[in-house]
């Protein structure tokens, strides 16, 4: 991937998974860019299409571009951080993050963003000051 648009992605994103919102700083593993709508779906590598995301985001999210609303037992697609609002998908509840609507539910379960090694993290990052939600 060109140097200009990882660049540009990174700068975006202001150092968080768009996803989970971990900041990268803190975490053990480099981000990744993300392709928000799969190469294998026809994504394209363009800004439009790219995210920065935390490793564990990344790894579950794979190819995936719907998952399962675990509420409504119904097919909804992911979280897309370049056409969805993050604040209207998600909310806190302490270091566990909630799905508000179908898209922010299926998103959480589908990158496992409560994982549990991924919410004693945050607790410990939310202890120390710095993982602001
Ligand atoms: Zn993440």
């Known amino acids: 991937m060109e140097k200009r648009l990882v660049q540009e992605v990174r700068r975006r994103a202001e150092g968080r998974c768009e996803y989970c919102r971990m900041p990268e ?3 053990p593993a480099p ?6 709508i799969a190469r294998q779906h026809g994504g394209a590598t363009h800004t439009e299409n ?3 995301a935390c490793f ?3 790894l579950y999210k794979d ?3 719907a998952g ?3 509420l409504l037992g119904e097919l909804a697609p992911l979280f897309h951080p370049r056409h969805d609002s993050w604040a209207d998908h998600f909310a806190w509840t302490g270091a566990e993050l909630v799905g508000r ?3 922010g539910r299926a998103t959480v379960a589908v990158l496992a963003i409560n ?3 991924s919410v004693a993290v945050r607790e410990s990052l939310i202890a120390e000051g710095v993982f602001d939600r």
């Open 115 to 117: 994982h549990p090694d």
């Open 56 to 58: 564990r985001c990344n």
């Open 68 to 70: 399962l609303d675990p």
């Open 101 to 103: 609507t179908a898209i």
């Open 50 to 52: 790219l995210a920065l």
């Open 31 to 36: 981000f990744v860019i993300d392709h928000i």
């Open 63 to 65: 190819p995936n571009i």
């Open 25 to 27: 700083p803190f975490y």
